[in-house]
Each structure stands twice: as C-alpha cells, then as structure tokens.
C-alpha cells in the first residue's frame, strides 16, 4: 500500500530552521489537499499548514510569517519549512493527504527546539 515518507525532523535551538518533507511511496490519486499537523504532549492535534490541490494555502495563526508550505510536482513531495522556531513548537509533525475516499497520514516526525 501507498505510504507517507516523512524526513526532516530533528533537534535545533530557538530561532533555528528545519524544512520536512513529506512525499508518497506511491502514486495517490484525486487528492484535495495535503497538510502538516502537529500534535504535543497533552495537546491537542492541530493544522498548521496546508496547501490545496489547486495551490491556495492556509496557516495556523501561530506560525504565519514563519513557516511556509510548497510543493514540488516534479518530485511528488510536500515540504514544511520552518524558520525562527520556538520551543512552543516542540511536537510530533504528521503529512496528512485528503483526497477522494480515505486520507492518509504519515507516521510522524518528532521536531524538538530546545536551548
């Protein structure tokens, strides 16, 4: 089955930038959207980025000037790059697809920012 590939995730400092990527080990057809989520300990699940299949994106409020969604169609992958990281930031990151019938999610990528 088609899975999410999930890399660029890690350990850096505030103010230090990480840029994941997310790209399917398979085709996946009549996708709408596809989308970064983070989850931290205790918290809830929340959307913090997404990029939609016609290339309108949307930001979660607390990274908006900071992180910045795009596609390569060339490559088929997602990227995240996030610069000026604070350790409120500090969470697990999950590629979500949706598409016509069930999403997709990746198994996540631990980002930790720490001094």
């Known amino acids: 089955q088609v899975q999410l590939v999930e890399s660029g995730g890690g350990v850096v400092q505030p103010g230090g930038s990480l840029r994941l990527s997310c790209a399917p080990s398979?085709?996946?057809?009549?996708?709408?959207?596809m989308g970064w989520y983070r989850q931290a300990p205790g918290k809830q699940r929340e959307l913090v980025a997404r990029?939609?299949?016609?290339?309108?994106?949307n930001y979660a409020d607390s990274v908006k000037g900071r992180f910045t969604i795009s596609r390569d169609n060339a490559k088929n992958t997602v990227y995240l790059q996030m610069n000026n990281l604070k350790p409120e930031d500090t969470a697990i990151y999950y590629c979500?697809?949706?598409?016509?019938?069930?999403?997709?999610w990746g198994q996540g990528t631990q980002v930790t920012v720490s001094s």
């Open positions: 979500n697809v949706r598409r016509v019938g069930p999403a997709y």
């Open positions: 398979g085709s996946i057809f009549s996708i709408s959207a």
């Open positions: 990029i939609t299949s016609g290339g309108t994106t």
